[in-house]
Structure formats: C-alpha cells, structure tokens
C-alpha cells in the first residue's frame, strides 16, 4: 500500500529527499507524514500533511525539514536539509486512508527506510 524510498547515508549538513507512494484501492487520503525511530529511542512523529496542505513538524526538525505532497499520485515528500547525526534513525511514512466510499479511514504503514547521518 505505501512504498517508501529515499534514505541512505549523508554527511552532517547534506540533504536527503524521502518519499512515499501509495497505491492500490483509494478512495481518499486524509493526512500522510513521517515517524522516526533512532536505536534506544521511542518512536518520533517528524512531520505529516494534510490533504488540504495543513502540516505539522516536530520542534527538532522545524527549519530544516519541509513536508509536502501530491494528491494527484498519492505521495508524500519528506525533503531533509541541513542533516544532523541526531536525525540518523529509520523513518516510515504512513497514510490515513479510506479505501472505499463508506469505509472507515485506516492507519496504514510503508516500510522503513534507514537514513543515517555522518561523516
């Protein structure tokens, strides 16, 4: 249902780009975004979207991460500047989602992607 891609490894200061696509039986999505998870760490809400462009950041990454998004191809965008080693983790995106007309709106998860940050 969501495919994500994007991570890799980054020195200190670089950007990477995320992105997550869903697919598949769709009748609307209500909000996307991102959740990290560092190792020793409880997992993180990093960023979401809306599908009326609404977004919403985590303090440590405001300034530095943008969120956004495609209605048209069910995607959403993480782009990630200024990259610490503190934002080394694995992110997943997930996707509010109601599959048909009716149905209630569920919670569905795409697979984590690494990102890790240093020199």
């Known amino acids: 249902q969501l495919q994500a891609s994007g991570g890799g490894l980054v020195q200190p200061g670089g950007s990477l780009r995320l992105s997550c696509a869903a697919s598949?039986?769709?009748?609307?999505?209500?909000?996307m975004g991102w959740f990290r998870q560092a190792p020793g760490k409880q997992r993180e809400l990093v960023a979401s979207?809306?599908?009326?462009?609404?977004?919403n950041y985590a303090d440590s990454v405001k300034g530095r991460f943008t969120i956004s998004g495609d209605n048209a191809k069910n995607t959403v965008y993480l782009q990630m500047n200024s990259l610490k080693p503190e934002d080394t983790a694995v992110y997943s995106c997930?996707?509010?989602?109601?599959?048909?007309?009716?149905?209630?709106?569920?919670?569905?998860w795409g697979q984590g992607t690494l990102v890790t940050v240093s020199s």
């Open positions: 997930y996707g509010q989602i109601q599959q048909r007309v009716g149905e209630p709106t569920y919670a569905y």
């Open positions: 979207i809306t599908s009326g462009g609404s977004t």
């Open positions: 598949g039986s769709i009748f609307s999505i209500n909000a």
